[in-house]
């Protein structure tokens, strides 16, 4: 046996097709109950639970009980960065579902990945953040500069509670439909929640898009169209 990190056996619980389609559907930041994850997938709820079972082991995922129910989320950052991941890397060889619809459109647009702005809106986001030296990216970090700072407390995006949570401040996430970054992290998380709060965008219940509102729409393309 080689040293080092077992890709392989990570590649091989995210590679069937039935725990694929669970873990893409639980992208959407929402935790699901085991018979809704069952009908993602399309298998029984005992197939179902034996996948989710290999999941959890497996690290990639992160079980809670509420009541009655048990719920599933994605472990964490790390696991949807590397699924948006895959998914930018199967777009970019071809491997793509054939099965489009009028949803389509929409998740290009905007959609949640994981819990942050994804789409040509997330990338946008990200663009004018770079553009305006609110961020700056080398070879090892994504960083908030001083202006950048400025700019989000002026957002009333609350900067010193993003800094005092475990998760980075700033990551770069590659966008699987644009094929460059958005940004990810508790300020990715922050933006979006932020475009809730002030009836900018609401999230799709069904679906991973974030559809934004006609007024929504115009005030985000003021403050970060023109790139």
Request: aromatic share 6%; glycine share 10%.
């Amino acid at each position: 046996m080689k040293e080092g990190p077992d890709i392989a056996r990570i590649a091989a619980l995210i590679g069937d097709p039935a725990r694929a389609n669970m873990l893409t559907a639980l992208m959407s930041g929402k935790a699901l109950t085991v018979s809704e994850l069952a009908e993602e997938a399309g298998v029984t709820i005992q197939t179902a639970s034996s996948h989710l079972s290999k999941l959890d082991e497996g690290g990639l995922l992160r079980p809670r009980k509420q009541g009655r129910h048990k719920y599933f989320s994605l472990a964490g950052d790390e696991v949807a960065q590397v699924l948006e991941g895959l998914m930018g890397l199967a777009a970019g060889a071809g491997h793509l579902r054939r099965r489009t619809g009028p949803k389509d459109t929409e998740l290009r647009r905007a959609r949640v990945c994981y819990n942050h702005l994804a789409g040509d809106m997330g990338t946008q986001l990200f663009d004018s953040l770079i553009a305006r030296g609110f961020l700056t990216a080398d070879a090892e970090e994504l960083l908030l500069t001083d202006a950048g700072a400025d700019f989000v407390a002026q957002f009333e995006i609350d900067l010193d509670d993003l800094r005092r949570k475990r998760t980075p401040l700033c990551r770069e996430c590659l966008d699987w439909s644009e094929r460059r970054s958005h940004l990810a992290g508790s300020l990715g998380r922050a933006f979006l929640a932020r475009f809730e709060e002030l009836a900018w965008a609401t999230r799709d219940p069904k679906t991973r898009v974030v559809v934004f509102s006609r007024a929504g729409a115009k005030e985000f393309e003021q403050l970060f169209g023109g790139v």
